[in-house]
């Protein structure tokens, strides 16, 4: 163990403890400069929230972004192409900030010239559209564009630009070149007549945080380590975007002829701004076709005439540059300076910290000796110089198998730990540490995984890993929270409680030799098994038209049986039989249930089922995993009187009507599970009303009618065959169907005992509530529903589409909002690999002719998948339930 000590498999590794046992003097924070201070006054916004993924970005400082609008509320910046007053007072900071670049990298005008770009993807693309190839020919093989294989997916983008100039492109394995022998030198000084090759690599490893080394620049350039063989000068491209943001550059020692970086890595803000350092030994050798705005001493519009700039920074910086943005630098190299001391100090501490957890991690066994994590990793974290501050890893059972990052990540969301997972834009790296092939990565995208999707294990194998990162900012708090998040997830006391958690701010002082002592969880009180009566309508139109619905409305009354109650009498007969229990529909997404015995269908699923969700001030769809008090929002649909009664403690009732607003109303664009929706806004009055409950700004608004959106779902094993469903703003299927015998089972798991050894059960409806689902069957079996095709309701017929993944809205009580990480566990626990829970249905061949109702105690008739076997059910309960 790197760095540890002897511990038990199941404890956290002390933080002092390490630090004397560490063989080199290790650092902590910044000096006299208090840590806790620093992200309580500019970090505040972290307050309760684990940030893990510094590599991905990291955050900006409270007092950067002030120092920086105050500076723009006080001066007037121009364009810099103009030459007024303030636009020379903007190329005069810009230039300004040209120099406090190079200083912060140990260089000078007179050595490197800063290119500004929109990151640094644009400035690799820059450099591979302008570096001088020379294709092969009769008396030479032409340039090569090598590249090593654990490089990020901009880096290998360039040999698709390379390949359009027939330039060969040769990719290179680290231990390659960690192999590589030192040849005698064969370039000459002088590149006259010789190809010119490219060798790209990074100072370090955005998937496992390894640190290549910087002597490779020269050795690479002098020719005494090629990437290949043949003659040729040689030059190199660090990607330095992961690097700089934690580690100090020093390019007056590692001169590489290209340094493609992103602001964004090492401030946080500006986003959308980077920069192409480029060698002024290399410069002359660029060559330049496009021409953009302020990149011309002269040209002609109706000849062949363009003179460039003679600066090569305005040779390359087409158009405007984003001078505002550039201008944000200089305070954020300020700020940075005040608040940590240098890049040096900012190495030690995030090393320090990442060493940490990674003995940590090592460390953690479970009780039959197998690991609980695999790491990915060149190094054992032995120093800043070979290892940046970011671990990758995947999450293992006791049996050695993988557990899926996607059900990892879902579970720290619950922590509010904030991680990566995925193979971070790095396939390269990804496959060598996973033991991917090439053919496994074809054979994956033809199983649906896609870059960036939760497909995290296909057929037993990781198709990634998790990776969390720390920054300047970062706290032993936060290495200690995830390190807790692990051992309660993973190792559980005997009993088989979860060891309690404590937040970033209970982890303790530096010298904490034990966990601290944490707040007990709250236990859930027993509620009635049964739906609050203000939820439940029965509705019993006896006529009704699907598309203009007037139907008479049955009174409620407090003495009237509830559906749930009427499941319970159902619950109570033949264990052989499928029967529909409840029925749910959802008119507000994300908000409460509105609980029916018997209701209409429309050609979107359950008539007005989550035809209208919440917004955000930018039309963001909002969900319980952003607002959980958005299940205190009730909705109640009056079918007689034609309108939506919304309620909420504190509020009064208010109503939006069901019928589409006659006057034109303006049609929004909004996003569902990633699919373009049209909708509209529902108006002022509902608005202010959703804003003062929550207390910011949220707006209504409803799908707008004559807008289709439509589901395609590939069915079982036939990939030809394809099923068409037309989706309201649900995020994947018409309908979600339960089952009431596996809730029993997951209630069996979430039992607790009281201080007198009395087994507690979870409520069933609160479960039941938790999952969110139109139809509750009383099953025979737990999770019997996964292996129908389809289901029959009396004539309705339903196409099961598959299983719904959960996600960590489980967690949250329907009743209250409150959060309960326990379900999420458990159900994950259950079901091993996937969170499933539930099937998604659409309806098949619906005439909508005639009013269609679905109704409390229908019998379901299930369709298996593999035998097509059919419950049959008797002929006297064979009713119809499609009405005219």
């Known amino acids: 163990m790197a760095g540890g000590a002897e511990q ?8 002092a403890q390490f630090l004397d046992s560490s063989p080199q003097p290790l650092v902590y924070g910044y000096g006299r400069r208090s840590l806790h201070e620093l992200r309580a006054r500019e970090f505040g916004r972290l307050a309760g929230t684990v940030y893990l993924d510094h590599a991905g970005a990291t955050l900006f400082p409270q007092s950067q972004l002030t120092s920086f609008t105050k500076d723009l509320m006080e001066n007037v910046y121009g364009n810099p192409h103009s030459q007024n007053s303030s636009s020379r007072l903007t190329r005069d900071t810009v230039e300004q900030v040209r120099y406090r670049i190079l200083a912060h990298f140990h260089t000078s005008p007179e050595d490197y010239t800063v290119i500004f770009t929109a990151g640094s993807t644009a400035a690799l693309k820059l450099v591979a559209e302008a570096f001088p190839w020379l294709p092969p020919g009769p008396e030479s093989s ?24 027939n330039i060969t492109s040769i990719p290179v394995r680290p231990e390659d070149m960690w192999l590589a022998e030192e040849q005698d030198a064969t370039a000459a000084s002088d590149a006259d007549g010789q190809p010119l090759h490219l060798f790209c690599y990074p100072a370090q490893s ?60 090492i401030f946080g803000f500006p986003t959308g701004l980077g920069a192409l350092l480029v060698n002024s030994r290399s410069a002359p050798l660029l060559r330049k076709t496009y021409f953009g705005g302020g990149t011309a001493t002269a040209y002609l519009a109706e000849e062949d005439f363009y003179i460039p700039r003679e600066s090569v920074a305005e040779r390359f910086e087409d158009g405007t540059i984003s001078f505002l943005d550039v201008i944000a630098l200089k305070h954020g190299f300020d700020v940075l300076e005040r608040l940590t001391g240098g890049m040096e100090n900012i190495r030690q501490h995030t090393f320090t910290l990442a060493r940490y957890t990674y003995a940590a991690l090592s460390a953690l066994r479970y009780p039959n000796g197998a690991p609980v994590v695999q790491i990915y990793s060149d190094s054992e974290f032995s120093s800043p110089e070979v290892q940046g501050p970011v671990i990758s890893f995947n999450m293992l059972d006791d049996n050695g198998n993988i557990i899926g990052y996607s059900q990892v990540d879902k579970m720290a969301s619950l922590h509010n730990i904030h991680v990566r997972t995925g193979c971070f834009c790095n396939t390269g790296a990804c496959q060598r540490h996973l033991g991917i092939s090439d053919e496994m990565v074809k054979k994956h995208l033809q199983a649906g995984h896609v870059c960036g999707d939760d497909v995290d294990l296909i057929d037993g194998q990781p198709t990634g890993s998790v990776r969390i990162s720390f920054g300047y900012m970062s706290t032993l708090e936060d290495a200690q929270a995830f390190l807790r998040f692990i051992i309660a997830t993973r190792l559980r006391p005997s009993h088989g409680q979860p060891l309690p958690l404590a937040t970033p701010g209970e982890a303790g002082a530096l010298s904490a030799e034990s966990l601290p002592a944490t707040r007990a969880r ?34 409620t009354t407090r003495t009237q049986q509830t559906p749930s109650e009427k499941a319970a009498g159902i619950l109570d007969g033949s264990l052989g039989s499928h029967i529909v229990t409840n029925l749910f529909l959802y008119p507000i997404k994300s908000c409460a249930a509105f609980e029916v015995t018997r209701w209409p269908l429309g050609n979107q699923g359950l008539l007005y089922d989550r035809n209208w969700m919440v917004v955000n ?34 509020m009064e009732p208010i109503a939006v009507s069901l019928e589409e607003n006659s006057k034109p109303a303006q049609i929004c664009q909004s996003k569902v599970c990633a699919d373009r929706v049209n909708t509209y806004d529902c108006g002022e009055k509902i608005s202010s009303w959703l804003s003062t409950f929550f207390g910011r700004p949220y707006h209504l608004i409803r799908q707008s009618s004559d807008f289709q959106r439509n589901a395609r779902k590939k069915r079982g094993k036939d990939q030809s065959a394809c099923t068409t469903a037309t989706l309201s703003l649900v995020n994947e299927a018409q309908y979600l169907l339960i089952n009431r015998s596996s809730v029993l089972e997951l209630q069996q798991q979430l039992s607790t005992s009281d201080e007198n050894g009395k087994e507690e059960l979870f409520p069933v409806n609160n479960l039941i509530s938790r999952f969110r689902a139109n139809i509750i069957t009383s099953g025979t079996r737990a999770f019997e529903e996964e292996k129908w095709d389809e289901i029959s309701v009396g004539s309705l017929h339903f196409q099961v589409l598959g299983p719904c993944h959960r996600c960590q809205m489980i967690c949250i009580d329907q009743q209250t909002g409150q959060r309960n990480r ?35 105690g229908s019998q379901v008739l299930p369709v298996l998948k593999e035998n097509i076997e059919h419950y049959d059910l008797p002929a006297s309960e064979k009713q119809q339930e499609v009405i005219s």
Request: hydrophobic content about 35%; overall charge neutral.
């Open 8 to 15: 038990s498999g199941t404890e956290l590794l002390a933080f």
């Open 617 to 650: 001030h930018n039309g963001v769809c909002l969900s319980q995993k952003q607002e959980p008090r958005l299940c205190l929002i009730q909705p109640f649909i009056d079918l007689q009187r034609r309108i939506m009664v919304i309620k909420a403690q504190g």
């Open 206 to 265: 955005n998937f496992s945080g390894t640190r290549y080394p910087l002597s490779w620049i020269e050795e690479v350039k002098s020719g005494r380590m090629c990437p290949v063989g043949g003659p040729g000068k040689w030059f190199v491209l660090l990607d330095a975007a992961a690097y700089v943001g934690t580690s100090p550059l020093d390019l007056s020692v590692h001169g590489a002829d290209f340094v493609p970086l992103s602001f964004y890595k």
């Open 142 to 165: 032409g340039s090569h564009f090598c590249y090593l294989t654990d490089s990020h997916t901009s880096v290998v983008g360039m040999r698709e630009v390379v390949a359009a100039m």
């Open 522 to 555: 709250r236990s859930p009180s027993p509620q009635e098994d049964a739906s609050p009566d203000s939820r439940v309508w029965d509705n019993a139109p006896t006529t009704a038209d699907a598309v203009s619905l007037r139907p008479p409305l049955l009174e």
């Open 822 to 856: 326990n379900v999420f566990q458990k159900l994950s626990e259950r079901r091993e690999r996937k969170v499933n829970f539930g099937l998604y249905l659409m309806h098949t061949s619906l005439n909508l002719s005639s009013p269609c109702y679905l109704s409390v």
